[in-house]
């Protein structure tokens, strides 16, 4: 994939869970509260159209506050790549202030596990450092363990 | 469709010209530069990558001047449905400044012709001022006529 550092911010991990269970952990609205936020935020509600252009809502809860985030899938490509965006709520409509852009690359790893590859790309080189300040590689390192903890659980 | 006065365009059009013709001609970019934008102004080249995700890059030629224009498409369904955006290049790097989101629908009339609706999405409320006073139902208008008149002498 063609990076710009100023822009995205990226990490490759190899995961112990075969490709179509990651997936399926991401593309489930019974399966993303249980790792999509590092604990102890929680997600109350998730609604998923899984095509191109369908929403991908959730609504996180952070201290007690309930925070909505509205977007949609730009690319679905099962097993594979998954990309999202709060650029765009269903229907196309352009929100005023996106904030990224996602992608989540899987690799099978001939060995039963994934490579897995997320980035998250942005407007400008200052959302990206205020992601990044935010704690980009921490938070989604977290919820990359929760979400092989949570997919092992689904294995047994 | 689902519009909000405040930030989409649109207008709908009774066209003496088939879907697919219609289709052919805003997906080829052999026909894009006899009808893309309103003379004198022109188009110098055009890139298309037809699939979601892919490349829609025009260079638009206005009293000497070279502008680019780079996007994606965002839906791709032939002979009904073209999404198309510059708020994206290709490989969704999100731009920092995108100007609007663009719908073209395409209904048969079932004689022969096409009901065609044209729908510019925009992030804000100014953003969507900015471009009806640039004239959008005029230029978009006359980019119509002037596919018409392509396409119709592309059927002799």
Redesign the interface.
């Known amino acids: 994939?063609?990076l710009?550092p100023k822009?995205d911010l990226t990490f490759t991990r190899a995961l112990p869970v075969p490709p179509a269970l990651v997936w399926e952990c991401w593309t489930s609205p019974e399966h993303i509260p249980h790792f999509f936020v590092p604990r102890p935020h929680s997600i109350k509600s998730v609604e998923i159209d899984l095509r191109?252009?369908g929403k991908f809502n959730t609504v996180m809860v952070v201290e007690g506050n309930e925070m909505p985030n509205e977007g949609v899938y730009?690319?679905v490509v099962p097993g594979k790549r998954l990309?999202f965006?709060d650029?765009?709520t269903e229907?196309?409509?352009?929100?005023?202030?996106?904030f990224?852009?996602a992608?989540l690359d899987l690799e099978d790893d001939g060995k039963g596990g994934t490579i897995y590859t997320a980035t998250a790309?942005?407007?400008?080189a200052e959302t990206a450092q205020q992601h990044e300040a935010m704690g980009f590689y921490d938070g989604w390192g977290t919820v990359v363990d929760q979400l092989v903890e949570y997919a092992q659980s689904l294995q047994r």
Do not use: F, N, Q
């Not at 229907?91 to 996106?98: A, I, M, Q, S, T």
């Open positions: 994939m063609d710009d822009t191109v252009g730009l690319e990309v965006t650029a765009y229907g196309w409509k352009p929100k005023p202030d996106p990224m852009t992608i790309r942005h407007r400008s």
